[in-house]
C-alpha cells in the first residue's frame, strides 16, 4: 500500500533539525544518541496515549483530544525521523504502515518494538506500526505533513 509520504522531505528537515540541537548544545557530531531517543520515543507514545484515552475506562470523559493527539503523534514522528537517520535508513524508503483492529494491541505492538530499537530492523517495524497508529486514529498523511511543518516553523 503507498502512503504518500515523501519521506526524503521529512529526513532532509529532520537532519537540519538535529544538527541544530547538537550545534546549540555542543552535543558532538559522533555522540550516539540513540539510546535518549528511543527514550523519549517512548515518552512521546505515552502522551499520545494519554491524549487517546482509549484505556481511561473510568472517565466519563474518553473522547480523542484530536488537536493535541495530533501534536503528540508529531512529536513521535520527529524522533523516529531522527533515530531512522541514526540507523542509515534510506530516504526513499516506502513504508507498508500496519494496524490492528483495536487501539489497544496497536499501542502494545508499538511500544513492544519501540522498547528494543537498537537498529534498523526494529526500527522498520515499529515505524510501520507508528504509521499504522496513524491510520486508525484517523490522521491523513497531508494532516501528518502539514502539522509536521507548522511544527518545524516553530523550532529554529
Known amino acids: 500500500m503507498k502512503t504518500g509520504l515523501n519521506l526524503a522531505v521529512l529526513f532532509d528537515m ?4 538535529d544538527q541544530h540541537i547538537r550545534c546549540k548544545q555542543n552535543i558532538p557530531a559522533d555522540a550516539d544518541l540513540v539510546p535518549y531517543l528511543v527514550d523519549a ?7 499520545l496515549q494519554n491524549e487517546v484515552r482509549y484505556f481511561k ?4 470523559d474518553r473522547n480523542m483530544r484530536r488537536e493535541t493527539a495530533l501534536r503528540e503523534y508529531v512529536d513521535g514522528l520527529h524522533f523516529f525521523l531522527s533515530l531512522g537517520l541514526a540507523f542509515g535508513i534510506p530516504r526513499e524508503f516506502e513504508p507498508i504502515p500496519h494496524h490492528y483492529d483495536d487501539i489497544r494491541k496497536q499501542f502494545r505492538a508499538l511500544k513492544r518494538y ?3 530499537i537498537e537498529g534498523p530492523m526494529q526500527w522498520y517495524i515499529a515505524f510501520n506500526l507508528f504509521l499504522g497508529l496513524g491510520e486508525l486514529l ?3 498523511w497531508s494532516e501528518i505533513a ?11
Open 14 to 17: 529532520q537532519e537540519a533539525l
Open 41 to 47: 520515543l517512548d515518552v512521546e507514545i505515552a502522551e
Open 57 to 60: 475506562f473510568w472517565s466519563a
Open 114 to 116: 519501540v522498547y528494543i
Open 138 to 140: 484517523g490522521f491523513s
Open 146 to 156: 502539514r502539522a509536521y511543518a507548522e511544527k518545524k516553523q516553530d523550532q529554529p
